[in-house]
């Protein structure tokens, strides 16, 4: 066991280097930092020497791979792809643009993130399961038809309707809870139930749908005709048997997203005014802050292949079937 | 008047002629005709491809580009002067409804506009009032008359085209009930009552919607601002349709892009296994495990950096927008081949274990017959569900792109444009909706119809769902 999780992490480091690569060539060889001082400092009326300020200021005045002048490791330390990429990977995130400390900034901002981001995917969870295994239940009927149509309908609907419609209806027809804002505490409460509310509302249409041929396709299996064959009742077959072994593929394909949950939802959290993880990302790249773009680009494939060493090693706990190689 | 070919006009166009092509390629195959009529004899199905044909033709027209001829100033005859604007045939074909541009908002079939302005009466007093529309209604002589003159317009634009959709229906039924060797009078009956084979009778029904959507359109829309009117006056309904031409465009351009890299590398993958599929396998994990928006984002960012540093190399604004939208297809394609070269890898290690792979492998047939001959007519279901699968969250995509600004760009009309310039007026009292209402209306129309559409052709095409089912 634990040589296979060495060999998943061992196989995981390549993929890193291969996205700090893509980042850097991203955001340093094709468009130099001069090309990104002029878009700062404004079009084209601009001196070289306030180019030259601006990324003397960042450290952008570095030669990008190779420093030829300098003498012994900081040929190599004293460069732009030391300084800005390979320190990712020691969570170093360095400073925004605007000078502020980005690994700071994250670390305050992941917990607002959290709170909206974990109670919609429980919530989310049990309410797709249960009206999924509803709707499996009633298979063949008028009842699945028309929910798998509805569920068509809801997901052919804009994630903005939700956001915009649920803003418009809750909180400013119905005055029920603030439109946005943020609290700390206890007192967030109020702010984090509409857009948990949202994202739970938004993800049942094509959630439900695919839960149900998940467990469409358990349905169809040998044991569920055993249990049908021992004189089980159907409710019974449905929600002991069938629930228990369509959790599998369910619970694993969750376990990827977890890591990125720090990371929470850019158009929520830009709607709603949380100052979590998404909305600081949205910010960056409406100010167009290279520096915080490149840490979350970094940030969220670290995240997420996290998350897929996780599914891995999942699969080897729930199934045992699932052979170490 | 002089045409001119924009790159999106030019691929979307290759784009049509690669599925006429196949239409003519799949009508002479029977392992491939059957899927797609399995799919014609699927009501909501066939109900759901009129209203994309509907939209396609739209997008068609719009994509139509050319300079308009101006009208000759006397003495100067001689040469042909053209226009600088560039204007498409969609916008010919609406003529008033682009030209009548407001001062500002105005509600749907409003006649006043939506603010206060200061008038200045006959006698010189001045008021603050809400001013008469320039165009909303400008042709009633009483305001009063406004309600009864929309019914009045309403009554026609409903029987004019019921009048021309029955014209037309008879015209296909004659000539169907011709080759089918029965009398008109027998295949309507039997059309109308459900008896004819396939769904005939939800093609006529839907077919009549569309033709009473486009009359009404066609009554109403050069007297009133139907959706309204948005913050430089332009009306709305002109913008909801023109954006089809950005949603269609970044739906189908988007798959043409990702379409090769998936293809070859999936299959290759697949097929030579060892440190080419190694090799593969590390460049779409890579690619993939980063976020797809920050990527789009990040993408977006460098394209701002090299038009502001490339700002003279492009002629027109329009050019530039344009340019924008086939970057914009490019990113969402190069984010997007990821899923689609996975599930093609682990086909094609499926298929090159089977019998007649092996069997040609004997032979000695070399590896790209076996690729061209074997492989891609036998993982072609894959892509045919994907590219339809896909189309829809595309288009939804769009909407929230634009809305982070790093979408279409703002001077091209988009849904996600309409939404994102609408939101920021939500806080207005009154309220401006129509703005927002149209965009996802029209949004939901099309990815609905895309998405019931794309259901029935997995439902036909995919082997394993037909076991189950």
């Known amino acids: ?325 | 008047m002089r045409f001119t070919l924009f790159a999106t006009d030019a691929l979307f166009f290759s784009l049509i002629l690669v599925a006429v092509a196949y239409v003519f390629y799949a009508s002479r195959r029977e392992h491939l005709r059957a899927p797609w009529r399995r799919v014609a004899r699927n009501s909501l199905a066939m109900a759901a491809a009129t209203v994309l044909a509907t939209f396609l033709v739209i997008a068609i027209l719009d994509s139509i580009h050319f300079f308009p001829r101006l009208a000759a100033v006397d003495g100067d005859e001689g040469e042909i002067q053209y226009a600088s604007e560039v204007i498409s045939l969609f916008d010919l074909m609406v003529g008033p409804v682009r030209r009548q541009v407001e001062k500002t908002y105005s509600a749907p079939f409003a006649i006043y506009a939506f603010s206060k302005e200061t008038i200045e009466l006959e006698d010189g007093q001045t008021v603050r009032d809400y001013p008469r529309l320039v165009y909303g209604g400008a042709h009633l002589a009483d305001i009063h008359e406004r309600n009864s003159d929309i019914a009045k317009r309403i009554v026609i634009g409903v029987s004019g085209a019921l009048v021309v959709w029955l014209g037309l229906a008879s015209i296909v039924f004659f000539w169907i009930s011709h080759k089918a060797s029965i009398t008109f009078r027998v295949g309507f009956v039997r059309a109308l009552s459900g008896g004819a084979p396939g769904p005939a009778r939800t093609l006529m029904v839907t077919t009549a919607i569309i033709a009473v959507v486009i009359g009404l359109c066609a009554v109403l829309a050069p007297y009133y601002h139907i959706f309204g009117t948005d913050k430089v006056g332009t009306d709305v309904l002109y913008q909801a349709l023109k954006s089809i031409r950005t949603g269609l465009i970044i739906g189908t351009l988007t798959t043409l892009v990702m379409l090769p890299f998936a293809v070859l590398l999936g299959i290759s993958a697949g097929y030579f296994r060892g440190w080419i599929d190694d090799v593969i396998q590390y460049l779409y994990t890579t690619l993939s495990s980063i976020p797809g928006v920050l990527l789009i984002a990040s993408a977006a960012l460098l394209l701002d950096v090299y038009m502001t540093k490339h700002a003279d190399e492009f002629t027109s604004l329009v050019a530039r927008a344009d340019l924008r939208l086939l970057a914009l297809c490019v990113i969402l394609g190069i984010t997007s081949w990821t899923s689609l070269c996975r599930l093609l890898r682990g086909e094609t290690m499926k298929l090159r274990e089977v019998d007649f792979v092996e069997a040609a492998r004997a032979f000695g047939v070399r590896h790209t017959t076996i690729i061209l001959r074997h492989m891609v007519p036998n993982i072609m279901h894959i892509v045919m569900i994907s590219i339809v699968l896909d189309f829809s969250g595309l288009v939804l995509a769009e909407a929230v792109l634009s809305y982070i600004n790093i979408g279409v760009d703002p001077s091209m009309e988009s849904w996600g444009n309409m939404i994102n310039s609408a939101r920021l007026e939500l806080a207005r009292e009154p309220i401006v909706w129509w703005s927002l209402l149209a965009a996802l209306v029209f949004m939901f129309i099309l990815v609905l119809a895309a998405n019931l559409f794309a259901d029935a052709v997995r439902d036909a095409f995919d082997p394993r769902l037909r076991v189950i089912s």
């Not at chain 1, 066991?1 to 196989?11: F, L, N, Q, T, W």
């Not at chain 1, 009842?143 to 915009?164: E, K, P, Q, R």
Request: net charge positive; with cysteine; aromatic share 12%.
């Open chain 1, 1 to 325: 066991m634990i040589s296979y999780i060495v060999r998943r992490i061992a196989y995981a480091i390549p993929i890193l280097i291969g996205v700090n690569i893509i980042t850097f060539i991203l955001f340093f060889v094709v468009n130099s930092p001069d090309d990104m001082a002029r878009l700062q400092l404004g079009e084209r009326r601009v001196t070289q020497e306030a180019i030259d300020k601006w990324k003397a200021e960042r450290g952008y005045d570095r030669p990008l791979i190779w420093n030829a002048p300098a003498d012994g490791v900081k040929k190599f330390s004293e460069t732009i792809f030391f300084t800005n990429s390979i320190r990712l990977f020691m969570f170093d995130f360095g400073q925004s643009d605007s000078g502020r400390d980005i690994g700071y900034d994250i670390s305050q901002r992941m917990w607002p993130s959290l709170a909206i981001a974990v109670p919609v995917l429980v919530i989310g969870l049990l309410l797709t399961i249960t009206l999924a295994l509803t709707v499996a239940f009633f298979r063949g009927t008028y009842l699945d038809t028309w929910a798998v149509v509805l569920c068509v309908a809801m997901m052919s609907i804009s994630g903005l309707f939700y956001i915009i419609g649920g803003q418009y209806l809750v909180g400013k027809l119905l005055h029920l809870v603030p439109i946005s804002g943020f609290d700390s505490g206890i007192a967030s409460v109020k702010f984090i139930l509409l857009p948990v509310a949202i994202g739970v509302v938004g993800g049942l249409g094509s959630g439900i749908r695919w839960y149900r041929t998940i467990f469409l396709e358990e349905i169809n299996k040998d044991y569920v005709r055993t249990a049908r064959a021992k004189g089980l009742s159907e409710s019974a077959v449905l929600y002991v048997h069938v629930l228990r072994n369509a959790l599998i593929p369910i619970l694993t394909g969750v376990v990827v997203i977890l890591p990125s949950l720090f990371m929470g939802s850019l158009i929520t959290e830009a709607f709603f005014g949380i100052p979590g993880l998404g909305s600081y990302t949205i910010d960056a790249i409406q100010r167009q802050d290279f520096a915080i773009v490149r840490s979350m680009v970094f940030l969220g494939s670290f995240l997420y292949i996290i998350g897929l060493l996780l599914t891995d090693l999942s699969y080897t706990v729930v199934d045992p079937r699932v052979r170490l190689q």
